[in-house]
Each structure stands twice: as C-alpha cells, then as structure tokens.
C-alpha cells in the first residue's frame, strides 16, 4: 500500500472511530421556554420527546431555585410514548428572580435537552371594596400578609411583595366595627363586600316620596309604586292595596349625594286571592327629584295601557321542613333597573303568572323561604321571557354540626363546623351582640375558627354573647368569585324584585342557617 493510500485509509478510520462515540441525539421540545410563576403558585408545561429510539426516557430538569420543586407525569417515558407533564411547584418562600432550566431526556442510548427560563415573581394586589350596591367604600382598612392599608375615595387599594394563596382581611373601628377575613384568594383583582356593608346599608340617605295615583283603586287592584334613582342607585317601593284608595307615601333609599333626580313607576295590578297578578290596569311613569332627610311629592298623572302580557308558568321546590314561600316577581325595563311587579305568599308547589310586556319584557322571579329552624333558602332567575316552564329549587340550608346552641367558653381554638353545600364558599358570622364586633370568614371549608385579629384591635371581647349562622350561595364556587359573590347577587335580586333596583343577568341560589349562640371564655 503505497503512502497516499495508507493516510487516506487511517483518516476514514479515524472518523469512523471518533463517529462510534459520539452519543446520539434525540428531540426535546418544550409547550412554552419562559414561564412566569408567582410565589406560592405552580406551573405545567408540556414536554414532548422525538426520535427516542426503542427504549423508555428518563426526564429530569437541573438549574432549579431554592423552594421549587419539579415533577413530570410520566417521569419515565414507556416504549413508544412520547409526551410528559411537567409541574413547577414555587413555593411561597421562594425569593423572586429569574433561573435557566435545563430538561433532559435520556434513553436508549441517547440524550436530548431543552432550555426553559424560570421567573418567581411576587403578587401585587389592586382591589377594591364596594357596599352591597357596587358604591365604594373609602377609608376601609384591608391587611393581607401583614402589609395594611386602607382604601381610597374609589374603594381601591394596592398591596405588593404577595404569594398566593393570600388571605385578606377587611375591617373598620368607626360606626359599625366589623373584621372580614377571606380566605385563599389568588387573583390580583379581588373585589370585596365586607359583612360589615349590610349594616352600613343602614346609613344610606334616605327620603320620603309621597303622591297620588291617576284613579282610585277597584276591586281586586294594587297599585305598586317603585322609585328609580337617574343618578345613583335608588332604592324603595309604595304599595296601595285597599278599595277606593288613591294615595302613597313610603321611604327611598339611595347610594350618596344630598339629592339625586328620580323617575317614578307605578303599575297597576289586578290580583287573585292570593296576591298573584292576573291582568295589569295600567303603567305610569313621572319625574322629580329628592333631598336627604326631606319629603318629594311626585304624582303619576295618568296611565299608559298595558296592552301586552306574557304568561309564565313555573314551579317551586323549597327545602324539607319548608313550604311557605314568597314568591316576588319583576319587569325588567333596563339593564340598570327592574321594576317589582307582585309579591304573594304560597304553599303551591306551581304556579302560573301574567306578566307586563313593558320595557325588554324579560322578567326576574325570586322565591325565598324561612324557618327559625331550618333556616332561610332563596332561588332566583333572570332572563324570563315565558317561552319555557320555570324551575325555582330552593337549596338546603347549611347544617351547623358543632358547638351546640347556648355553648360557653368559646375562645379562637374553638372549632365551629358546618355540613352541606360541598364545592361552594361558605361564609362564617360571627355576629356580636351590643358594642361587640362582627367577625365573617369566608372560606371553601367545613370548618373554621374564631381568627385572632388582635392585632387588628379586633381581640375576641371575654364574656360575650354572639349569635352565629352560615350562607352559602352558588355564585362563589371558588374563593377569588366569593369575595362579592358570598352575598353580592342577593342583594341585587333582591332589590330588583321588592324594591327595585338593578336588574340581574344570571340565576342563582342562597341559602343562610338558622342562628344559633354561643358566648366567649
């Protein structure tokens, strides 16, 4: 073999030999290559493998941070399979930053990567608290994770540096003094109705309207008479029910502001013995204004005829152990505003109603039930048009399991436990008699305690009476919905068919236990 072809044949050996070992390869790629996850949360991405070869893969993942732990499903790939899970686990000590992650599949002889960047960051909250009417409320303190703050003229607030879940807690000393802590939020938009702002209802501006109707009533007519605010959110409704009776004068309620414009609605009803309309004598509408504290006269001249009706049919299935119901009905006449049209008392497990076509002639129906031992039970639905059979069924009140009526020595080691309602918020009062606060925990458990929130100057008083009760409501399935959703859409629904106000859009359900009591060590 001469030189040239000797050098030549030991080159091809030698790439063969340097070819011989090299490690194969084999594809990884990845559903994402950066990932954001805030402290306390997780992260999936999906992770595929090609050209694996014959045998099973191994995933593994270097580069990890403190306090984040990872973990693929499946961590070994069988024969043939191709695609895994992996779950990024950060948890709440986590410290933020960013980190570049290595994936690595091996098997078969043969190796493949993939990059992915890791950024832990931290939760910055921007909420807001609202009364039971969507108006803010200023000057309301709200702790989450040791950081205080308080809210502004727009009810908002802003809290950095958290991990999630976070709990939140709202309170205020002044007037009505109540802490509501909710428990295991995640988003960065919470929207919050404290316990505390049912009672703060109490400080609306209110006024008197009184007026005279165009005829006096007939037989069998009730003239009902609604006040709706053109500025803020009103409130508050007249009936007149009695032969020969042509004259109204009841209480409004409204939002803010010293006085608001207003329009007035009257509708006029002809009912059966039981209070259920059967036909409408007439609508009628008129405008005017009210001051805080004052009293506006604003009569309805005359009334437009209603000339269209819809007839609904539906049924009503309340809890056992309860079969009184009120069943309330109303016409929405705009988004912002339904108007009631009759509210009648029934054992009937059905019924059949006349409607008024006025406005978009959709109705909203509310049906509720109360027993001072079962409870109270409400259903409710919007959207109405009459075209399919009704369905109103009432959820059973939450059970309250321990501790028993009249129990003494409670401190905030004592566990109160509730049944029922699994996969819906419930909420906790604590309701204190006398100066004593109110304490509500809304949370997805069975069972809670007292929290301490001495810190908070909220420290549980020693001796004291309290009365303490559940509600659930099938708008908060999940805790981040609860923050409004505890007791939010009642109120709407429930102004909206017995006293007017904004109309709703969904159906839904609540229920509330009976009270029971308990005093403090």
Known sequence: MNRRVRTFAILVMGVALVSCSQTPTMGVSLSVSAVDVVRGGQATIDVTVAGAGSGPVSLGIAGLPGQVVAGFSPSVLPAGATTSTLTLDVAAAAAAGASSLTVTATGDGRVGTASLTLTVTSLTVDGVVTG?????????????????????????????????????????????????????????????????????????????????????????????????????????????????LDEYAFPVTWVTG???????????????????????????????????????????????PVSTTVAVSGTIAPPLGMSVVSLLGSVRLSPAYALPVFDAETTATSFDVVMPAIGDATFQFLAFTYDPVVGTSAAWAAGVDGAEPLALALPTP???????????????????TMSGAPGLARTFIFDGTGAHPDIAVTTMANTVTIPNLGAFGFGLPASADYYWSVIVASTATNPDEAGRGWIGDYYDVY???????????????????????????
């Open 132 to 244: 039971i009417l969507g108006e803010p409320l200023a000057g309301v303190n709200v702790a989450i994770a040791g950081v205080t703050t308080a809210t502004d003229t727009d009810g908002a607030f802003t809290i950095a540096g958290i991990a999630v879940p976070y709990d939140v807690v709202v309170y205020r000393h002044d007037g009505e003094r109540y802490a509501h802590v909710f428990v295991g939020m995640t988003t960065p938009n919470p929207a919050l109705v404290p316990f505390g702002a049912v009672a703060l209802a109490n400080g609306y501006p209110q006024a008197t309207v009184e007026g005279t109707l165009p005829a006096a009533l007939g037989a069998d007519e009730v003239a009902r008479v609604c006040i709706e605010g053109t500025s803020a959110p009103m409130f508050g409704c007249g009936v007149v029910d009695g032969l020969a």
């Open 258 to 304: 010293v006085a608001t414009n207003v329009q007035l609605h009257a509708i006029l009803t002809e009912v059966d013995a039981d209070g259920i309309p059967t036909g409408y004598g007439g609508y009628g509408t008129a405008g005017g204004s009210v001051t805080g504290g004052g009293t506006s006269t604003i009569a309805i001249a005359t009334y437009a």
């Open 398 to 416: 939450a059970g309250l399991v321990t501790p028993a009526d009249g129990a003494t020595g409670v401190t905030t080691a004592t566990q109160f």
């Open 495 to 521: 102004f909206s068919t017995l006293l007017g106000g904004r109309a709703v859009d969904s159906a839904g359900v609540i229920s509330s236990s009976p009270l029971i009591t308990f005093a403090t060590d």
